[in-house]
């Protein structure tokens, strides 16, 4: 963020002081900021040339034109301020997406006055904006994607709300901080991954079917397989380390997600298998339960249960 | 922060810009050569043409060439480049080649900017009320679309611009009259003027060679108009006194090059009378007024010959209040310095004429008997008034007394006045204006270019500097009715000098009255006149102007932004929401929350439900309600109803539920019903 100690950084600070994370901003004459544009200033040097011209020639009539677009440019200021005032911005909840992917704010920008508003951009600075027309009483929705990185919670980055109408000499801009949160889960693992270890993950409870995990051979092991399915019979007999592999009715009975299970990688590794598997069970209509440390969601299937356990790996603390 | 990058110029919108930069050139076409004016237009056309086809705009060599040719030729046209009409063709040729890289918003605001300055250098040329209609237009069509190109979305129609920016025009001119009025005025000029700057400007001439009036005579252009106090002066005593020319070398009357400072002493024999002058500018320093003015209120001396002079030249519009007696003595004593030089005459000149004055200086008894005669001399010989007098080459004098004996007033002054010197009278030209129109539609009179006039002083000993018009005694008509009547027919008067008859002759008069109060209230202004307001405003100081200035325009946008902002707020609710909120509000104080989604009827429903002893009220309030909101017919018992039934509505508290968290029907309201 910007350093608190220069210039730039306190007017920052002044600035977000003056406009503070609300769910709805309604722009007032305390968050609207006004400043001439280019185009002023070279307005302003085409008035002071007629003005020097009628100085030079005693022209009335230069004088008076001179002194109506000064008035002009006075009034603009008005009119710049007054397209911008009153408006009101929202933003919707925005649709969760997984890590990587754009997180799409929908923001609401109303016009609760009776007269057009015209030319007003809501935007995210140094990224393209659109400019948007908004008839008496009426909304116009603008879109404000966000990419995000990684999993956890994104929120809507400061928007700045600017217009140039009428006359261009002015651009009125307000900073707006909304309170919205877009979440983010963890990208799902991609490729082959092993499938759950449903049998021995520890929480086997009344509610799993015994005989599902019939031993249906060996493969080669891979990194993160749990310890207790090492075939350490292999290992003695001086072979490669092995994996047992178990099949059993896996349509049928719940699974087990184990935070824990996952030995041997990181913390967001481990959150991008769990959203895998979440995933997939959800694409065979499996059932599933999700253990993280300090979290434990009983199995289920389903959307709402799809959302809340892919909630639950999103807002899972990060380990430093 | 940077912007959002500018948009390209759309058809529709370069079609407005290229009409409203027509708008804008069109009077110059007046005085721009045809070469330009087509280069001009097919600029503008084929830039129009590009955009209808959708092709690319030239390359940068061809317009680097095209305004190095253009510069060149208008260099060639003019001689110059920096005059004002070389100025102004160069101006007129930038806006044109500007269409042809007219790319974005920005290259626009060029044209617009330099629109605005051609329509400020118009009024160089002509300030009259129709250019200033025309500027306003212009202004106006400049500034739509400034809207439209600078500030506007692309979807928005150029109509509401239009209507903006004469909304926005109309507001600025409060502030325009007040900076008009007070912004500090300096002293023109500031650099060195063009030579061409006062070439259009009409008026007397500082010398008088027989011929330059005649030109002169021929412009109805006014040269000044005058309010009377106490009513207008007699038809024949309308003199106007201007220059006066007491040196003369045998062709040409000229000003005496030192006529000394201390004034003339002028003694009025009768009242004098008031009245307030609205001088054209002239480039001269001279001012004008009735015959032998005793005081002025402007800034400005009589010197020995008793002509009103300024420091400068007159390069704007002046009023100023005089006095003038019609009787009077001009002048108690004469110098002999200044005797000799008013009886000088070039030794070899005029022999006829200086034969003929002294036969009448040798058969009159004193100084006034020759003048007298002199004047019978004109009267009596077959003299005649004309604007078109045969060329005089040789003697100019002696061939207009005793040959041609046709002539005009400078004809008849600078003879008589060569006479009267050839007889020992001290004597000299003055010039001015004879004459003037009373305007009907403005109770004032109008004096213009084609009224001037030279006539001649004698001094004699005890009566001062004496008027003696020659002309009179030819054209008396001349001096009674004007340059018209003393026409012989068929000599071609100048236009317009004879109008003041019939349909045309009096609107073009209430015409001129428009122009002489455009002329007093708005053209006239100057350092001279702001000065006398700012003593009237007791702000004598720049500091004290600053602050008035400052404070009254803060006041004044203040004021309009309190106006728009009024105008633009949300709609206020009506009387049965109102109601209904007051409703909702009661019941929420009670304890029964209701979210913003929901209706009316399930509102009342769980309402009446809570308060079963006030369902009565609560369907009175709903019906009611509802029938005023989305009911056919609707009445006003239906409001006077439901106002007294929400007065009625008194519902008891719920029981468990806190008032105060229940207490939010400000948002929830906003969305009621």
């Known amino acids: 963020m910007t350093a608190i100690t220069t210039p730039a950084g306190v007017l920052q600070r002044w600035i977000d002081r003056r406009s503070p994370l609300t769910r709805a901003a309604e722009l007032r004459y305390r968050t609207i900021f006004i400043l001439p544009t280019g185009a002023c200033l070279v307005f302003a040097a085409m008035v002071v040339a007629i003005w020097l011209g009628a100085v030079n020639y005693s022209n009335n009539m230069a004088f008076l034109l001179c002194f109506l677009l000064v008035g002009f440019a006075l009034v603009a200021i008005v009119h710049t301020f007054r397209n911008l005032h009153g408006v009101n911005v929202t933003a919707r909840p925005p649709a969760a997406v997984f890590a990587g992917q754009l997180a799409r704010f929908t923001v609401d920008v109303t016009n609760p006055a009776p007269r057009t508003r015209i030319g007003i951009t809501v935007w995210q600075p140094d990224l393209p904006g659109r400019c948007v027309d908004i008839p008496p009483e009426e909304t116009a929705t603008v879109t404000i994607t966000v990419a995000t990185r990684g999993r956890g919670v994104a929120a809507l980055p400061p928007l700045v709300a600017e217009s140039r109408f009428p006359a261009g000499l002015y651009r009125a801009w307000s900073r707006i901080r909304l309170d919205a949160q877009c979440v983010v889960y963890p990208a799902p693992e991609h490729g082959a991954v092993p499938p759950p270890d449903a049998d021995r993950s520890g929480h086997r409870d009344a509610t799993t079917e015994p005989g599902d995990d019939d031993f249906t051979g060996l493969r080669r092991y891979r990194p993160a397989d749990p310890l207790k399915r090492i075939h350490w019979r292999s290992l003695a007999q001086e072979q490669e380390l092995q994996t047992k592999q178990f099949s059993g009715g896996g349509n049928r009975a719940s699974v087990w997600l184990d935070y824990q299970s996952l030995n041997g990688l990181g913390t967001e590794a481990r959150l991008s298998r769990l959203c895998r598997w979440i995933l997939d069970a959800e694409r065979e209509h499996r059932a599933y339960g999700l253990v993280l440390p300090g979290v434990r969601i009983a199995p289920g299937v389903g959307a709402a249960h799809r959302l809340r356990c892919l909630e639950a790996l999103a807002r899972f603390p990060e380990v430093a | ?36 004016i087509i280069s001009v237009i097919a600029c503008g056309g084929l830039r129009y043409l590009l955009s209808l086809r959708g092709d ?15 510069t060149g030729a208008i260099y060639v046209t003019y001689g110059t480049i920096l005059g004002l009409d070389a100025g102004v063709a160069l101006l007129s040729l930038m806006a044109g080649f500007k269409f042809l890289e007219l790319r974005n918003a920005r290259d626009a605001l060029v044209i617009l900017l330099l629109g605005y300055f051609l329509v ?13 209609a025309h500027a306003a237009a212009a202004t106006w069509a400049l500034t739509t679309l400034l809207i439209t190109t600078q500030g506007a979305s692309d979807a928005s129609p150029v109509g509401a611009h239009a209507r903006l920016a004469g909304t926005m025009l109309t507001q600025a001119i409060p502030i325009m009259v007040l900076l008009f009025a007070l912004f500090p005025r300096i002293q023109g000029p500031l650099w060195g003027m063009p030579e061409d700057a006062y070439a259009a400007m009409t008026g007397l001439s500082d010398e008088m060679t027989p011929g330059a009036i005649s030109n002169l005579s021929q412009s109805t252009d006014p040269a000044f108009r005058v309010e009377f106090t106490d009513g207008p002066p007699p038809r024949g005593q309308r003199y106007w006194r201007g220059p006066v020319l007491a040196a003369y070398d045998g062709q040409t009357w000229t000003q005496e090059r030192t006529t000394g400072r201390n004034a003339t002493e002028v003694r009025a024999l009768s009242e004098p009378s008031r009245y307030v002058v609205t001088l054209e500018p002239h480039n001269q320093p001279w001012l004008l007024t009735l015959d032998v003015a005793t005081s002025v209120d402007h800034t400005a001396e009589f010197d020995r010959a008793h002509q009103l002079r300024k420091s400068t030249p007159l390069r704007e519009r002046i009023r100023y209040e005089a006095r003038s007696a019609l009787h009077y003595q001009l002048g108690r004593s004469l110098g002999d310095g200044e005797r000799r030089r008013h009886l000088a005459l070039p030794d070899d000149a005029h022999p006829q004429a200086r034969e003929l004055a002294r036969r009448w200086r040798d058969e009159a008894g004193g100084d006034r008997d020759v003048v007298e005669q002199g004047l019978r001399h004109f009267a009596s010989e ?54 003037g129109r009373m305007n009907p539609a403005g109770d004032y009179m109008i004096v213009r270019q084609s009224d001037a006039h030279a006539w001649v002083e004698v001094w004699l000993e005890g ?31 100048p236009g317009g000098v004879t109008g003041g008859d019939g349909l045309v002759g009096s609107l073009s008069l209430r015409w001129d009255a428009m122009n002489a109060y455009w002329n007093r209230w708005v053209l006239a202004y100057g350092p001279t006149l702001q000065d006398n307001l700012m003593q009237r405003l007791s702000l004598g100081s720049w500091q004290r102007v600053v602050i008035a200035l400052t404070a009254t325009m803060a006041l004044l946008l203040g ?25 909702r509000h009661r019941a929420a104080r009670a304890g029964l929350r209701a979210p913003a989604s929901e209706g009316p009827h399930t509102f009342a429903r769980r309402a009446a439900a809570q308060w079963p002893d006030q369902a009565e009220v609560i369907t009175t309030i709903t019906t009611h309600y509802l029938r005023i909101r989305y009911g056919r017919h609707q009445t006003a018992a239906d409001m006077t109803a439901l106002r007294r039934a929400v007065r009625r509505f008194r519902p008891s508290r719920m029981s468990g539920d806190a008032p105060r968290a229940a207490a939010e029907p400000g948002a929830a309201g906003s969305h009621a019903g």
């Open chain 2, 56 to 70: 690319a705009l030239p390359g940068r060599l061809t317009r680097l060439l095209a305004v190095i040719t253009a």
């Open chain 2, 1 to 36: 922060m940077t912007a959002p990058p500018p948009a390209g110029i759309a058809h529709d919108r370069l079609k407005w810009l290229l009409a409203a930069m027509g708008l804008v050139i069109a009077p110059h076409a007046l005085q721009l050569p045809l070469w330009l």
């Open chain 2, 120 to 132: 400020a250098t118009a009024f160089l040329f002509d300030q009259s009320l129709l250019s200033a």
């Open chain 2, 559 to 583: 004021a309009l932004a309190a106006l728009l902002l009024y105008r633009s707020r949300p709609r206020p609710p009506d009387p049965a929401t109102r109601a209904w909120r007051t409703f």
């Open chain 2, 382 to 435: 077959p003299f005649s008034y004309t604007l078109q007098p045969p060329l005089l080459d040789d003697d100019s004098v002696d061939q207009f007394l005793f040959e041609t004996r046709a002539g005009f007033c400078e004809h008849y002054a600078s003879a008589f006045s060569v006479l009267m010197r050839a007889a020992d009278i001290p004597a000299r030209v003055v010039t001015g204006y004879l004459g």
């Open chain 2, 463 to 493: 009566e001062g500097w004496v008027r003696v018009d020659p002309t009179a005694q030819v054209a008396p008509e001349r001096v009674e009715h004007g340059l018209a009547e003393a026409l012989p027919d068929g000599d071609p008067a």
